[in-house]
């Protein structure tokens, strides 16, 4: 992922200096309490381990004020067919998808993490199929 980040701040004609690019596990970030103003999290908690944990290590780096912008496919709603699909299918994502789950229902967690605010809208993207919907918003520290 980071040669694409790179190459889209090139092309956008951001400097590289500006950037730091880490490569870690969400429930274990390594950087300083309070040390980052925005954490972008996008198609992330669908494939943690612990997304409560990864929620709390967002806002231990973020410094008061600072912003986690976050962009999650979610579990459809119950009683709809595509939700029974994602139950059925689950098992078989997360084995071929990097430990994707279908019915995670991240927006809940978000909600719950402690946030002074969150913003969080949904949408559904018809080029998805069985990973629909989607969350996206801002939480701010």
């Known amino acids: ?30 950087l300083n309490d309070a040390s980052v103003d925005v954490v972008v999290g996008t198609l992330v908690l669908c494939s943690v381990e612990d997304v409560d944990q990864a929620l709390r290590e967002v806002k231990r780096v973020l410094k008061p ?40 229902n991240t927006a809940t967690n978000i909600a719950g993490a402690g946030f002074a605010g969150v913003d969080v809208n949904r949408a559904n993207l018809s080029t998805a199929s069985l990973i629909n919907p989607h969350v996206y918003g801002i939480a701010y520290k």
Request: charged residues 20%.
């Open 1 to 30: 992922m980071e040669k694409y980040a790179v190459a889209a701040a090139e092309a956008a004609g951001l400097p590289l200096s500006n950037f730091r690019f880490e490569q870690a596990v969400a429930e274990a970030l390594p």
């Open 65 to 104: 004020g600072g912003l986690y912008i976050f962009v999650e496919h979610v579990a459809a709603k119950d009683g709809t067919i595509l939700r029974f699909l994602q139950g059925i299918l689950d098992p078989l994502q997360q084995t071929l998808a990097d430990r994707c789950h279908l019915t995670r």
